[in-house]
């Protein structure tokens, strides 16, 4: 889709590498019309709108008063139905909350009139946040995974959409009736997403078994084929619960561990997307490690559920690669800002017992929740940092500034308060400790406005 070419002006935020932010205060970034970033200045001196090629005439769009450019944030791991039940898992652990709370909801995606309502709730809901790309699960039926599909290309949310393929130990009223309509359905659904968008330039399907306990050595080793065949991502659970991992052991005698129930039906590659991994053995991290699979850290849902505390910095020293998942609704929150926070918070209670080095900076929360998530997602040339040649996948940061006179609170203004003799550095632990969905301004996708507060004027 092409649009008007733009000059973004103001302070843009981005993570050089895991531990280092990249400041620059006076910057400015061009984004042609194909939703590129065109050049990058980041000298307030000398610093002037290139001329030719049409810049002259481009938009520009300031921040205005404080705040900065962000990349967008990428949710690695999200279950879309079960948005309604964010919030709502009492004392469950995984395997009751599923049957409790979850199945029923899901279940209800029969009918297309609630997972529309649904859908395109969450959608906006996450774009609010600042979500830019965010990895999906659906449900088991097609036609409600084909319009969460439709939905994020409406609404411009880069997307990975899977629909759930799960055949054992589901209720008879929510499941599929064997390994052949799974496998069918799945292809019904990666159609579906090749004729609304045929180069996945936005929404790309993803296969997703729910998790080993919901299939079988047949069901996964169709799936794992189907993978490699097609070259498309894939995404599962692994390691969530003390129990689960007690019933993949038990069901699957013949495998060495969980990790390699998922080896061996040739799901372990690149492109394997694998949540939650806290109770992973060291032989299954070395594993995991091999085939370059990715982990999505989910710490919200890890607590809510009460699943354990994922030790993330083994895992980071191992050579893993990490992003940011909300596990919407095993995780309360649909916000990778919260998410980043939770990170920090559950680092902490690890280090209580095994150091400090065990502890994750803020600089490291946001890497995960972008730079990371984007090598998670297979899309670390495209987003994740504002290089020339990704795509404009950014949100705007508004803080409020704090003035001498000023005593009332601002309500339109957002939580995040400047006092004045923050550094940058202040002011981002600020915005991950104090902010939320009323400091992000404005999001875009491939350059495309995709949510602005309200009374927020390009
Ligand atoms: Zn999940």
Redesign the pocket.
């Known amino acids: 889709m092409s649009q008007k070419k733009t000059v973004y002006i103001g302070p843009f935020i981005q993570c050089k590498t895991l531990t280092d932010l990249d400041i620059c205060p006076n910057g400015m970034i061009g984004v042609d019309e194909g939703g590129r970033i065109a050049f990058v200045l980041r000298d307030e001196r000398g610093r002037k709108i290139p001329e030719g090629d049409g810049w002259e005439d481009a938009k520009i769009v300031r921040i205005q008063d404080h705040g900065f450019f962000f990349p967008g944030f990428i949710d690695t791991?999200?279950?879309a139905p079960q948005y309604p039940n964010a919030g709502i898992f009492g004392k469950s652990t995984l395997l009751d909350w599923l049957n409790t709370y979850t199945f029923p909801l899901e279940s209800s995606f029969a009918d297309l009139a609630t997972a529309s309502r649904i859908y395109n709730r969450v959608v906006a809901r996450t774009l609010s946040h600042g979500t830019t790309t965010a990895c999906y699960?659906a449900t088991v039926h097609v036609p409600a995974t084909n319009l969460l599909a439709d939905i994020c290309q409406t609404r411009g949310q880069r997307a990975f959409v899977g629909r759930v393929c799960m055949h054992e130990m589901s209720p008879e009223y929510y499941r599929d009736e064997s390994v052949e309509t799974a496998l069918r359905d799945s292809k019904a659904c990666i159609e579906h997403v090749r004729k609304i968008d045929p180069e996945f330039d936005l929404v790309t399907p993803i296969i997703t078994p729910r998790f080993a306990l919901s299939c079988n050595t047949e069901s996964l080793a169709a799936l794992g084929k189907l993978h490699r065949e097609l070259d498309l991502p894939a995404q599962t659970?692994i390691s969530?619960n003390p129990r689960e991992c007690d019933l993949v052991r038990d069901l699957f005698p013949e495998s060495k561990s969980y990790a390699d129930v998922y080896e061996s039906a040739g799901l372990l590659t690149p492109k394997m997307i694998l949540?939650?991994a806290i109770h992973l053995t060291e032989e299954e991290t070395a594993l995991i490690r091999a085939r370059d699979a990715k982990i999505s850290h989910?710490p919200a849902?890890n607590t809510a559920l009460t699943s354990g505390r994922a030790k993330v910095r083994k895992m980071l020293n191992a050579g893993l690669n990490l992003g940011l998942?909300t596990?919407v609704s095993?995780g309360y929150t649909s916000s990778i800002l919260a998410e980043a926070r939770e990170a920090v918070f559950v680092s902490r209670h690890v280090a209580m017992d095994e150091g400090d080095e065990a502890k994750l900076s803020v600089e490291e929360a946001l890497y995960l929740a972008t730079r990371g998530g984007a090598k998670v997602v297979g899309l670390e040339d495209r987003i994740g940092g504002f290089e020339v040649g990704k795509m404009w996948d950014a949100q705007m940061i508004g803080l409020e500034a704090v003035g001498p006179e000023t005593t009332e609170l601002d309500q339109s203004a957002g939580p995040v308060e400047v006092f004045g003799k923050e550094t940058w550095d202040d002011l981002v632990a600020k915005w991950v400790y104090t902010g939320d969905d009323r400091s992000t301004t404005a999001v875009w996708v491939g350059g495309r406005l995709v949510h602005a507060k309200e009374g927020f004027r390009l």
Request: aromatic share 8%; charged share 15%; hydrophobic share 15%.
């Open positions: 791991h999200i279950h699960y659970h969530e949540a939650h989910c849902s998942g596990d095993g």
